[in-house]
């Protein structure tokens, strides 16, 4: 948690947005969702495939415009004649899905300074910032000025990560930041992740579609489903209407289901258990 | 950003003209656009777009779709039709300056608007109607003779439908990069030329990347599947004629007639 004094960044207050709004096949993709991200706070946007979480993460900077309600930033509308929309892209990062496939540059230290420059730094100020970033991200030193394309996948990804953290964003949007990685660059990248937020102070919205990924992590979880926000609230919580979960085709974490078996079994174990540890120290206390 | 293209799309819903084989639609629309080009008569412009008109009604396709597929022509429409009212020689009936507009100029201009109006709309009408599959598959049947003297029909059927099934893969692709461009802070519209120009560079490289991954794993799953060309392959769905498709042909020959009578004794 981050604290009593939260402070609010973002605020996303009842958008709407429909795709393709005169062709065949129309659909809502965001049906009146309101949204918060506090100051360096980590939250979990979870939903189904199409449940709208990669359309409302393009909103909160300015990618797609929504068609009814608007989005204040510290305070001000992104929308307001005259509000620097590109400075706000600088602030609020974004990650897209496979990232890597954005790469472009001949070195990596050329592909991290591209934001940077585009933001208006200047030489000198880049080239610190990208290499600052690329350290950060765990890039060993001598991948410097390999091209990127010679790197492996969870490299050139991070490589990626490192090019929208160069840019010193407020808040970083990632969308399915492990998606095609092993499990060992999945958790790798999780612990680099956690690390940020805790030394940049960075708020942290990470788009996923599974459960375990975020459940440990995340200070809120807010759930999407079919163009609406289904819920939002503290990990727990959210885990308790498991069986909701489930019929939206997503799954609470593994460790609850073993809970809820037990307790059907008569054990009187609590339900609201996320991770293995945890669970651990709940079946010993109830066994010795 | 770069969704609005109709040209060449299908339409999904359920209608007689869908039912269509491709083949027939294939003749159909080709017949229609040479039976445009055959007589210039204000008649037989009215009968040919009363038939395009039938043709609407029957694809359960809204006119305002048809009309919306017109938008990437209009530039061209509007220019040819100027010109053509400017430059024909005849009867003036209107001196602006320099420009002079002819009565035989306006007739012009009115048949020159109607032919490429209904062309494009006839050809739509077919795309719109049929997936890109069924029209190369019905392409690659009509074109079979052609094997006789050794040209690759099933090659180039199989790299049209290819390229067909990339085009809106492709345009997905573009523009998640130019999203992902943006977020980094990437500026596509301000600048003179040149700077545009560049700007498209983070652009281009990591889309040519992804075809030719893409094309390469194409390939590699092509090959999985024993893929060796056209020779003794069969398919899952032959294309074969229907009662439906004679009662088509028939309503063709019957249109046919229609124009030829017309253009020729009114």
Request: glycine fraction near 6%.
């Amino acid at each position: 948690m981050a604290g009593d004094k939260k402070k609010i960044k973002l605020i996303a207050d009842h958008i709407s947005f429909e795709y393709d709004k005169s062709g065949a096949n129309r659909h809502k993709a965001l049906d009146d969702v309101s949204f918060v991200v506090n100051e360096g706070e980590f939250v979990g946007l979870i939903g189904h495939t199409g449940s709208g979480k990669s359309t409302l993460m393009q909103q909160l900077n300015a990618l797609l415009k929504p068609d009814k309600g608007t989005i204040y930033y510290d305070g001000l509308d992104i929308y307001e004649k005259g509000y620097d929309r590109k400075e706000l892209r600088r602030r609020v990062g974004l990650v897209f899905q496979y990232p890597e496939h954005q790469l472009f540059e001949d070195t990596v230290f050329n592909e991290v300074c591209f934001g940077p420059k585009n933001f208006g730094m200047d030489k000198k100020q880049s080239e610190l910032s990208a290499y600052a970033a690329i350290k950060k991200v765990g890039l060993p030193d001598e991948c410097f000025y390999h091209s990127p394309f010679d790197l492996s996948g969870g490299q050139k990804r991070r490589v990626a990560i490192a090019s929208v953290l160069a840019v010193k964003p407020e808040i970083l949007i990632m969308d399915e930041p492990t998606a095609g990685l092993d499990p060992k660059g999945r958790e790798e990248l999780m612990e680099m992740i956690l690390s940020l937020k805790e030394s940049e102070g960075l708020s942290i919205v990470l788009v996923s579609h599974s459960m375990e990924d975020v459940a440990k992590l995340a200070d809120r979880i807010v759930v999407m489903d079919k163009g609406h926000i289904v819920y939002d609230d503290e990990p727990k919580k959210v885990f308790a209407h498991y069986k909701e979960l489930e019929e939206m085709g997503l799954a609470a974490p593994e460790m609850m289901y073993v809970m809820q078996e037990l307790k059907a079994a008569g054990f009187n174990v609590r339900t609201d258990v996320t991770d293995i540890e945890e669970a651990k120290e709940e079946i010993l206390r109830i066994v010795t | 950003m770069l969704r609005d293209i109709t040209l060449g799309q299908y339409y999904q819903t359920e209608s007689k003209l869908h039912e269509l084989d491709p083949r027939t639609k294939l003749v159909g629309t080709f017949v229609y656009l040479i039976s445009l080009f055959v007589f210039t008569n204000a008649y037989v412009y009215i009968f040919a777009a009363s038939f395009l008109l039938l043709c609407v009604l029957i694809s359960h396709i809204p006119p305002t779709y048809m009309i919306k597929g017109m938008k990437p022509i209009i530039f061209l429409l509007v220019f040819t039709m100027v010109l053509n009212m400017l430059v024909t020689p005849g009867e003036v009936i209107l001196t602006l300056w320099k420009l002079t507009i002819t009565k035989e100029g306006v007739k012009q201009a009115l048949y020159m608007g109607a032919r490429l109006t209904l062309l494009v709309m006839g050809s739509n009408m077919m795309t719109l109607t049929t997936t890109p599959t069924r029209l190369t598959n019905g392409l690659e049947r009509l074109m079979a003779p052609l094997k006789l003297i050794k040209v690759p029909v099933h090659e180039i059927a199989m790299m049209m439908s290819i390229a067909l099934r990339f085009i809106p893969i492709l345009m997905d692709e573009t523009d998640r990069i130019m999203k992902a461009q943006l977020a980094r802070g990437a500026d596509f519209e301000s600048g003179n030329l040149i700077k545009k120009a560049k700007s498209l560079v983070p652009v281009l490289v990591p889309l040519f990347i992804s075809a030719f991954r893409r094309a390469n794993d194409l390939a590699m799953a092509m090959e999985a599947r024993c893929y060796h060309g056209g020779k003794g392959r069969t398919q899952m769905k032959p294309l074969k004629y229907r009662p439906r498709d004679f009662v088509a042909y028939l309503i063709l020959i019957l249109y046919l007639a229609g124009i030829i009578l017309i253009g020729r004794y009114l």
